[in-house]
Nanobody, 114 residues
């Protein structure tokens, strides 16, 4: 059974940084592309793609986070990270990790507020 667990969220002020972790068990992480998504508060908000890292460590980012966020992976630890720098209030959301387009975690809350 594949499990995906996100952690590292919290309450920070604008301009500060966080590092999110996505730990996977029940599968070999190196076999999968991994993506981070986020869902901002509000009923009408869709889950938004943030970044992806593929099995060759190629990365892609949404325009809204390019230059501020960095995705990386440590296959030996079965973990994918998302470094969030220069955070803005509009980055406030629940951040989700998706492994192999099939498996989702429960999310971790990021709140950016002064």
């Amino acid at each position: 059974q594949v499990q995906v667990v996100e952690s590292g969220g919290g309450l920070v002020q604008p301009g500060e940084s966080l590092r999110l972790s996505c730990i996977t068990s029940g599968t070999t992480l190196s076999w999968h592309a991994v993506g981070w998504y986020r869902q901002a508060p509000g009923k009408q908000k869709q889950r938004e793609w943030v970044a992806t890292i593929d099995t060759d460590n190629n990365t892609n980012y949404a325009e809204s986070v390019k230059g501020r966020f960095t995705i990386s992976r440590d296959n030996a630890k079965n973990t994918v990270y998302l470094r969030l720098n220069s955070l803005k209030p509009e980055d406030t959301a629940v951040y989700y990790c998706n492994v192999g387009f099939d498996y989702w975690g429960q999310g971790t809350q990021v709140t950016v507020s002064s």
